[in-house]
């Protein structure tokens, strides 16, 4: 029987199999979820901002730039193998785009930033879904480290 864990925005946990990770409501915020293969070790962080530079804040999930990497050093204390940790990303809506406003492009900066934190770190994305102009929520299994997206008016899909 697995065990569900949900993160709110500015969060991160890791799990192992068979568990669930689950965040809810992803608009211009990213989920970011590692997997190592190997070990069936998942990690999620839900990203709210590209970067922390000139940000007083002493959550460091809730940026790309230090969230990423902090997950990622925690999963390797917990046993994961960098070699074997893949990546899957889902969010970086333009929201506002949807209702015919100006777009503040945060959406795409969070994108954006992600990708470089994993390059540079080394972690290949192996599948996302990002962009466009509505909201997401992602289920991440430690199991097989699937990612199911789940969308208001366009359908729930598996990447």
């Not at 839900?46 to 990497?69: M, T, V």
């Not at 204390?77 to 074997?84: I, M």
């Not at 992600?114 to 102009?133: E, F, S, Y």
Request: hydrophobic share 40%; with cysteine; aromatic share 8%.
């Amino acid at each position: 029987m697995s065990n569900l864990f949900t993160l709110g925005i500015g969060d991160a946990c890791i799990i192992k199999m068979p568990d669930v990770l689950v965040t809810y409501a992803l608009g211009s915020c990213v989920g970011v979820c590692l997997y190592d293969f190997r070990n069936h070790i998942a990690g999620m962080v839900h990203i709210l901002l590209p970067s922390r530079h000139d940000i007083q804040n002493s959550n460091e999930y809730k940026f790309a730039d230090s969230g990423i990497s902090k997950l990622l050093e925690q999963m390797l204390q917990q046993g994961a193998n960098k070699k074997s940790i893949v990546a899957k990303i889902a969010g970086g809506a333009e929201m506002f785009s949807t209702y015919g406003l100006q777009s503040s492009g945060i959406g795409l900066k969070n994108v954006e930033a992600v990708i470089k934190v994993l390059k540079t770190a080394g972690i290949p994305i192996v599948a996302q879904d990002t962009g466009k102009n509505f909201g997401r929520s992602i289920w991440f299994k430690a199991k097989d480290g699937s990612l199911e997206v789940k969308t208001v008016n366009h359908g729930t899909y598996v990447i």
